[in-house]
């Protein structure tokens, strides 16, 4: 039982609760001794829940900080002690004056490079402790700030004064953020009261079942898609033969991996092994093992 599970998950479940479901129907850790997901969803957030099962949670570090995609609502008038609407509201403020065109014109100083600071109610941490456990005992928690990439930011809808938007951004983005920060740049207060997730690790929602589909089947295994899956986006190496065999014997061997950079080596269309080449240095990680190989391909004479 190695691969991907894709699964939209509703609201008012964390990540964690919605794969313990899943493991406790299917007894998943007993058969695949391993679980895990691609990336935190709120309780209050539905959408693309990546959940790696066996071998492939070991891909899952490929995966740190992959761009992702969500389709989120945001309310003006109003901020709160989270930016999401689970939070206490702070501080409220008019929106009348706000404009669908100054929403578009303001918009446009969120996309690129950017500098974002944190919600204070966030996993982050600060001094050794989560941001979110220090702000929930009441302590003033200084966030700093940190580069983000936001590719594209379109308006869907625009319902004042709740408006709607598809944000494409790099992992580590905080949507909350952006809300709370579009209110404050329109002279007014915001926060983020919907949230869905579209794409996260090269997949999609679309390919996603939802939960209390996958619940209710009586096994996991037709669901799980293959390890290679999400891997074509990586550099691609097709090795040959002799060079496959050295690396999974623990051999040195020659790929031409000369730049820093995540690769992926494929054999006869088999995903093989993975290659993180940083600071000069190759750290491969074997998918397979020498006897797998032989076994899948033939001996070789």
């Not at 996958?214 to 669901?223: A, G, M, R, S, V």
């Given at each position: 039982?190695?691969?991907?599970?894709?699964?939209?998950?509703?609201?008012?479940?964390?990540?964690?609760?919605?794969?313990?479901?899943?493991?406790?129907?299917?007894?998943?850790?007993?058969?695949?001794?391993?679980?895990?997901?691609?990336?935190?969803?709120?309780?209050?957030?539905?959408?693309?829940?990546?959940?790696?099962?066996?071998?492939?949670?070991?891909?899952?570090?490929?995966?740190?900080?992959?761009?992702?995609?969500?389709?989120?609502?945001?309310?003006?008038?109003?901020?709160?002690?989270t930016d999401d609407s689970e939070g206490e509201v702070i501080s409220e403020?008019?929106?009348?004056?706000?404009?669908?065109?100054?929403?578009?014109?303001?918009?446009?100083?969120?996309?690129?490079?950017?500098?974002?600071?944190?919600?204070?109610?966030?996993?982050?941490?600060?001094?050794?402790?989560?941001?979110?456990?220090?702000?929930?005992?009441?302590?003033?928690?200084?966030?700093?700030?940190?580069?983000?990439?936001?590719?594209?930011?379109?308006?869907?809808?625009?319902?004042?004064?709740?408006?709607?938007?598809?944000?494409?951004?790099?992992?580590?983005?905080?949507?909350?953020?952006?809300?709370?920060?579009?209110?404050?740049?329109?002279?007014?207060?915001?926060?983020?009261?919907?949230?869905?997730?579209?794409?996260?690790?090269?997949?999609?929602?679309?390919?996603?079942?939802?939960?209390?589909?996958?619940?209710?089947?009586?096994?996991?295994?037709?669901?799980?898609?293959?390890?290679?899956?999400?891997?074509?986006?990586?550099?691609?190496?097709?090795?040959?033969?002799?060079?496959?065999?050295?690396?999974?014997?623990?051999?040195?061997?020659?790929?031409?991996?000369?730049?820093?950079?995540?690769?992926?080596?494929?054999?006869?269309?088999?995903?093989?092994?993975?290659?993180?080449?940083?600071?000069?240095?190759?750290?491969?990680?074997?998918?397979?093992?020498?006897?797998?190989?032989?076994?899948?391909?033939?001996?070789?004479?």
């Open positions: 039982m190695n691969g991907f599970l894709l699964v939209d998950k509703p609201t008012g479940i964390s990540s964690f609760g919605a794969v313990q479901q899943l493991n406790k129907r299917f007894s998943i850790q007993r058969n695949a001794k391993k679980i895990g997901h691609g990336g935190t969803l709120d309780p209050n957030a539905s959408g693309l829940l990546v959940i790696a099962v066996g071998r492939a949670t070991r891909l899952l570090r490929f995966f740190l900080g992959s761009d992702k995609r969500y389709t989120a609502q945001i309310q003006f008038g109003s901020r709160t002690t403020a008019p929106y009348e004056h706000i404009t669908e065109e100054a929403i578009l014109q303001g918009l446009k100083d969120f996309c690129g490079t950017v500098s974002q600071i944190p919600p204070s109610y966030s996993a982050l941490h600060v001094d050794g402790k989560r941001a979110y456990e220090l702000a929930r005992k009441g302590h003033e928690v200084q966030m700093l700030p940190r580069q983000v990439r936001i590719d594209r930011i379109d308006m869907t809808q625009c319902n004042l004064p709740t408006i709607e938007l598809d944000i494409a951004c790099s992992g580590g983005t905080y949507i909350r953020s952006i809300a709370r920060d579009l209110g404050i740049k329109l002279h007014s207060e915001a926060h983020l009261s919907g949230l869905r997730r579209t794409e996260a690790c090269h997949f999609s929602v679309r390919q996603a079942h939802t939960l209390a589909f996958l619940i209710q089947q009586e096994k996991i295994e037709p669901y799980l898609l293959p390890m290679d899956q999400g891997m074509h986006y990586f550099n691609r190496i097709d090795a040959k033969r002799a060079e496959v065999h050295k690396l999974l014997n623990g051999l040195p061997t020659n790929f031409n991996v000369d730049k820093d950079g995540i690769y992926a080596l494929w054999y006869e269309a088999q995903l093989v092994a993975m290659c993180e080449r940083k600071e000069g240095k190759n750290d491969f990680l074997r998918l397979m093992s020498a006897q797998e190989f032989d076994e899948q391909f033939g001996r070789k004479s």
